[in-house]
């Protein structure tokens, strides 16, 4: 469920107005309630999903309280009982009523303009504030933090103890714990780059997790950690994030990962305890990287890498390999 300091949502529908809605054809029970949308990682009782393929279908067996959009092509394959809404294009419709639970985040400014800090905003004891920052709604700023010149704090973030907010930076949609640094012109929960190219145009997907951010994490400057879609995007305690670095959505970094400037780690992709990637390195979505990893500098990675590799090259293999391959072709270079 997102998180209501930074979204509104509707209270319910029920299972049949949402077919309606979308124009599908009316489901086992039109009268279930359904609260929410949800991942298909993360389906709850109320929830509605939506399956790509059949390797999530399993999830139909446990969840008879939990509604899900699926492709024609699947229909057949699902268990008579569950509640399924049957689609020619399921994530677009699934889009469509995401849209319809949730309005857009909000900084909501109903206070005097010249002064940019809510009344309805928490500060903490021996607060440091510059000029023309600006603290929304329902901001928590924990003690001894200190908020640079134009700043901006979203409505509803958090933000812990012994933090440090840098000149420019804009943090919303955000939970952060003690003793964060987050450098000059940063930007943290911005919506993420999730669309879907359709014959009309291009439909963005709405985003409506967080960024939860552990305790003693630095962020450097002109970085970009974008909010999640349906799940959070987390980042974990005493990592540290370099200069120029893009953290897209959903992804989950661990403990103590150090990332260097201009690595871009694309949407959904999870990075163990203690890994360690270089400079200029691109990971593809959707990549599980195990705990303790070592990714030389301008590597590309896109497939999985387990607990205690040390990779490079693009397409990345492990580091030996990439050595000998790169003395190979300095040989053959040479004998022509």
């Known amino acids: ?11 319910f529908f ?7 809605l979308v124009g599908l054809a009316s489901p086992l029970d039109p009268s279930l309630r359904i609260d929410d949308v949800c991942s298909v990682d993360d389906v709850r ?13 399993g999830v139909l067996e446990n969840n008879p309280k939990t509604a899900f959009i699926i492709h024609d092509s699947l229909k057949e394959l699902v268990p008579s009982r569950s509640n399924i809404l049957s689609s020619q294009n399921p994530e677009v419709d699934f889009v469509k009523i995401t849209r319809t639970f949730y309005t857009r985040s909000f900084l909501k400014l109903d206070y005097d303009p010249h002064e940019a800090i809510s009344p309805h905003a928490k500060i903490g004891q021996y607060v440091r504030i510059s000029p023309g920052a600006v603290i929304a709604d329902g901001a928590e700023i924990g003690d001894n933090v200190f908020i640079g010149p134009n700043a901006v704090i979203g409505t ?3 933000i812990g103890p012994n933090s440090e907010i840098h000149s420019g930076a804009t943090v919303m949609c955000a939970l952060i714990g003690h003793s964060v640094v987050i450098h000059p012109n940063a930007v943290v929960g911005r919506a993420g780059f999730g669309f879907i190219p359709t014959e009309s145009g291009i439909l963005d997907i709405p985003q409506v997790g967080r960024v939860i951010i552990g305790d003693d994490v630095h ?31 959903n992804v989950r970094i661990g403990r103590g990962c150090v990332i260097v400037s201009q690595v871009g780690v694309a949407g959904s992709t999870e990075i163990g ?3 360690m990637i270089a400079g200029q390195v691109g990971i593809a979505d959707h990549i599980k990287i195990g705990k303790g990893v070592k990714i030389a500098a301008q590597s590309g990675i896109m497939r999985d890498i387990e607990d205690g590799a040390i990779m490079g090259g693009s397409p990345a293999l492990p580091i030996k390999d990439w050595h000998r391959t790169n003395i190979a072709l300095a040989r053959l270079i040479k004998k022509e």
């Open 219 to 249: 962020i450097g400057a002109g970085s970009t950690v974008d909010r999640g879609g349906l799940r959070d995007t987390i980042i974990g305690s005493h990592s540290r994030l370099d200069n120029l670095v893009q953290i897209g959505h």
């Open 45 to 57: 009782s109320g929830c509605l999903s939506f399956i790509k393929n059949k390797k999530h279908l």
């Open 1 to 11: 469920m997102a998180d209501t300091r930074f979204f509104h949502k509707k209270d």
């Open 273 to 275: 305890d203690f890994s």
């Open 156 to 158: 509803g973030v958090v």
């Open 14 to 20: 029920s299972l049949g107005e949402i077919c309606s």
